[in-house]
């Protein structure tokens, strides 16, 4: 009851109380934008800020000094620690209160509740060894965001610059914060970030299953995030249908590069209608260079809907066509020049470096990246290539696989067609924003973007970084006979 506080950082008022939550967390609110959630600790107690207020003579005063950009964030720092500390000293004192006045109502003995209150002050002991214990400060860096902030990623800037840059992510937060007081204070906008030069992103979606909601969602992530191209992977129709051919015509209305692979509900007449489009990419068994990136796509050998044929589903085929895919990429000992790469404009263009054998003997992988549909046919790549973009599950997940590929699996950005309500609760639209250096071609972070199924009104934004951008790819050991043609000795290659 006594655990909260109102207290002023920078130009802000600020309200903190602390909650009992067995997850955590630390919950900014800031209404009627929306809220930021950190996983900044696992104790059981929440922390919970709540901007009530502007003061508009101290934001005037921030505004009009020339130095405002260098002297608000450590401003906005002290601030919070001494509202922290009035917070936690003023908890820990109305817990041992509490615990007295209790122990006196409940024994009816001031000695029984002297107890009480001891125990009062161990538990608020415990809880903030606990919280201290496992406290994330990277959590700043991956929030949550819901509601109107969920433009705050592209306010903020490249994912390079959070952690590398830590002095330009404090000037954009105090920008941030100008921002919102001159919102509240005169109701102007946000202004629109300038991408980073050297950060390409990718908009990775999967599974829109004729849902034409898909295409608003990727035209709004398209604007907001800059994309600079899409990689689908898979399953743009339902049916495989010739009637459904229209409806990939949305691709060529995006103005960028649209690598597509084939699903398990598209026919070939559906990867023919793909490619049909002036602005797509369509990979089968070959690799392209699409805006700087390497990319290898597999086309599912699969085609569901046609109830007439034999479909074999097998786990052992799809990763031993996987790994027949992966040994084609990293062993083309031929000399053949990977696939010409296509431009926006549908032109071919030569694709820079070299052959398959050159860039295997240099040490680097072939493919930058790996779009598959079937997440079993992309594990089938572990050692190949540093990331593995798959669909098909309907499922959001990420996983990193032994040899340092990464692997993630898009949801359904279409919420799973008509089959997203089978279920008590509607199929999420999901999508994601891949951040790459358009130097070393290696994923930095990304952006995993939710939005609420049919008939819901909901949006959230989840951050992530990518621990070891540069991290050296290990392939799997592969056997060679020994010199005498006795036993074998393995032979381990590495990638950069």
């Known amino acids: ?68 950009a260098e002297t608000l964030p450590d401003l906005i720092e002290a601030d919070l620690q001494a509202g922290l500390r009035e917070l936690i000293i003023r908890a820990a004192v109305c817990a041992v209160a509490g615990g007295f006045l209790a122990g006196l109502i409940v024994f009816r003995a001031w000695r029984r509740a002297l107890w009480t209150s001891l125990g009062s002050l161990l538990a608020v002991g415990l809880v903030t060894a606990v919280s201290a214990a496992t406290f994330n400060p990277r959590s700043i860096a991956e929030p949550r965001y819901t509601g109107l902030l969920t433009g705050v990623p592209s306010l903020i800037g490249s994912a390079e610059s959070i952690v590398t840059r830590f002095s330009e992510y404090r000037n954009q937060l105090a920008k941030l914060v100008t921002n919102v007081s001159q919102l509240y204070h005169a109701g102007t906008t946000l202004p629109v970030y300038s991408p980073d030069p050297n950060t390409l992103r990718v908009l990775h979606v999967s599974d829109i299953h004729l849902n034409p909601l898909a295409w608003n969602t990727i035209r709004s992530l398209k604007e907001q995030f800059k994309i600079n191209l899409v990689v689908d992977t898979g399953d743009i129709a339902d049916h495989g249908t010739k009637a459904e051919n229209r409806f990939v015509e949305e691709i060529g209305k995006l103005g960028v590069p649209y690598v597509y692979v084939r699903g398990n509900h598209d026919s ?166 891949l951040y790459f250096d358009r130097t070393t071609h290696r994923l930095q972070a990304w952006d995993d973007v939710t939005l609420g199924g049919l008939g819901e009104q909901w949006v959230q934004i989840q951050r992530h970084l990518e621990a070891a951008p540069g991290r050296t790819i290990l392939p799997e050991p592969v056997p060679t006979p020994s010199p005498t043609g006795g036993a074998t000795a393995t032979v381990t290659p590495t990638r950069r």
Not at 15 to 39: A, I
Not at 296 to 320: C, E, I, W
Not at 341 to 370: C, F, H, I, Q, Y
């Open 268 to 433: 070939m007449g559906t990867q023919r209608a793909v490619a049909e489009q002036k602005n797509a990419v369509v990979l089968d068994g070959g690799v392209k260079t699409v805006e700087g990136l390497r990319i290898y796509g597999v086309g599912d050998p699969r085609f569901t809907p046609d109830k007439s044929v034999d479909v074999n589903s097998d786990a052992s085929m799809l990763t031993q066509l996987g790994r027949a895919h992966a040994q084609r990429l990293t062993s083309d000992t031929t000399g053949r020049k990977p696939s010409s790469s296509k431009s926006s404009r549908g032109k071919a263009a030569p694709t820079p470096g070299a052959t398959p054998a050159a860039d295997k003997a240099a040490g680097k992988a072939v493919a930058d990246l790996v779009a598959v549909h079937d997440p079993t046919i992309g594990r089938a790549f572990n050692g190949a290539v540093p990331l593995v973009l798959a669909g098909h599950v309907h499922q959001r997940s990420t996983e990193m696989m032994s040899s340092g590929t990464r692997l993630i699996i898009q949801g359904s950005t279409g919420a799973a067609g008509l089959r997203g309500l089978e279920h008590d609760e509607p199929t999420p639209i999901q999508a994601s924003v």
């Open 1 to 68: 009851m006594g655990a909260t506080v109102s207290t002023a950082v920078g130009p802000a008022q600020i309200g903190m109380s602390l909650q009992p939550s067995w997850q955590g967390q630390t919950v900014l609110d800031v209404r009627p934008l929306g809220t930021l959630r950190f996983d900044s600790h696992h104790g059981p107690i929440r922390l919970r800020l709540s901007l009530d207020g502007i003061h508009a003579d101290v934001a005037q005063q921030l505004l009009e000094s020339p130095r405002w």
